[in-house]
């Protein structure tokens, strides 16, 4: 319960991130399978509670063509899973994020444009990564934090990607019998404190500056990239 009260904390401050600090804790506590179940209705839920408030910042023709790519892309990261080494490709995933992480922390933004094919490219390899090491949003935070948007776009932006994402992976569960009742009662035991700490994040959030969040977002991305070369 402290563990889903501080990634409430953080995804209700930040947006992202919740899923990468409860993953690791959660699989030795309950195994892969129970985790992505547990994580994945306590995410949706929390999108739904965050996403009344923003859905009018969310910018929806960048969001919806990623979100919509990752969601085709799940099944090709499950093909993936049982055909190449999955510690090898997350290694090297995680050697990529980690040396982006530093080089967005130096100051550094990407300015150009941004076509279709890149933002569902980066949707797509999302979607794989969901699936291989269910932890995808390392691409969406590079490509979103590299460029000129404001703390709140941002962060209404994860929020509406998760939003569809979250809901394409709970319907491959639901279908793929992958949610049984214990943990649809794990995640309801664990929901209280994780929202109540979602709403404080949100409070905290109103109360800081663009810079703060850029660097709290940026250093969640830093210790995914340097757990996933750990695994």
Request: net charge positive; no cysteine.
């Amino acid at each position: 319960m402290a563990i889903a009260a501080a990634a409430g904390l953080m995804r209700g401050f930040a947006g992202v991130g919740s899923g990468m600090l409860m993953a690791p804790f959660f699989v030795h506590l309950f195994g892969p399978l129970a985790t992505v179940g547990v994580i994945t209705l306590m995410e949706g839920v929390a999108t739904v509670q965050l996403l009344p408030s923003l859905h009018r910042q969310i910018a929806w023709r960048t969001i919806v063509p990623m979100g919509l790519a990752a969601a085709f892309a799940m099944p090709l990261g499950s093909w993936l899973l049982v055909t190449l080494d999955p510690a090898s490709l997350q290694f090297g995933i995680s050697v990529l994020v980690t040396i982006s992480a530093l080089l967005l922390l130096s100051g550094w933004r990407y300015m150009g444009p941004r076509p279709a094919v890149a933002t569902a490219g980066v949707g797509m390899l999302s979607g794989v990564l969901m699936a291989v090491s269910s932890v995808g949003n390392p691409p969406v935070m590079l490509y979103l934090l590299s460029g000129g948007d404001t703390a709140a776009t941002n962060r209404a932006n994860f929020t509406g990607y998760f939003a569809l994402t979250l809901m394409a992976l709970t319907i491959m569960m639901l279908i793929g019998g992958l949610v049984p009742r214990f943990v649809v009662a794990l995640a309801l035991v664990l929901l209280p404190g994780y929202l109540v700490a979602t709403w404080l994040g949100s409070r905290l959030f109103q109360r800081s500056s663009d810079l703060t969040y850029r660097r709290v977002a940026l250093g969640i991305l830093l210790i995914a990239g340097l757990y996933g070369m750990t695994l």
